[in-house]
């Protein structure tokens, strides 16, 4: 599987074939516990305190993702897939319209474009609402601005 360093050989996110698909009930674990630990470290993290992480913000991704799941909602996150295989999960972009409120792709599979892809297949991002080390530099080739307060507009 995708990112899982007990695969040998080439990295298994090298493959010519994806599919991107609206996230589902089986995937709700993994994208919140991505969630969580890839922002952890990152500087707004780091400033808010762990009393506020716990208390605010992880329940606050919960209820997203959560919401996520109704087909009806407006927060929408689509999944990148292993082309042959619906569950290998490469990576996700969590968004509201021309918001981008978070990307995450498996550590094996950065820097081949797969975020480039993902995002591809949405609307155009105008904003976005989060940031780590690897998505400031993505993300300042594109010239995405960084608003982390209207995170809190996406789930009151």
């Known amino acids: 599987r995708c990112g899982e360093p007990s695969v040998p050989g080439s990295s298994p996110c ?13 995937d709700a ?5 991505s969630w969580w630990h890839n922002q952890r470290g990152s500087r707004v993290a780091t400033l ?5 992480w716990h208390g ?4 606050r ?6 919401e996520a799941l109704q087909r009806d909602s407006s927060l929408r996150i689509d999944c990148l897939v292993v082309g ?6 490469i990576g ?19 820097r081949m474009g797969n975020a480039s892809a993902l995002l591809a297949a949405g609307s155009k991002p105008e904003l976005r609402t989060h940031e780590t080390p690897d ?9 995405l601005p960084l608003d982390p307060y209207s995170f809190a507009e996406a789930i009151p």
Do not use: C, E, Q
């Not at 042959?84 to 999960?89: N, Q, T």
């Not at 409120?101 to 094996?108: L, Q, R």
């Open 14 to 26: 090298r493959r010519t074939s994806f599919a991107i698909r609206r996230i589902k009930l089986a």
């Open 29 to 33: 674990n993994f994208v919140i516990s």
């Open 48 to 52: 808010m305190g762990m009393s506020a």
């Open 56 to 59: 605010h913000y992880v329940p």
């Open 61 to 66: 991704v919960t209820r997203y993702v959560s």
């Open 84 to 89: 042959d295989d619906d569950d290998a999960i």
């Open 92 to 110: 996700w972009a969590a968004t509201r319209g021309p918001i981008l409120d978070y990307v995450y792709i498996k550590a094996g599979g950065r």
């Open 135 to 143: 998505s400031d530099r993505y993300f300042a080739k594109l010239g």
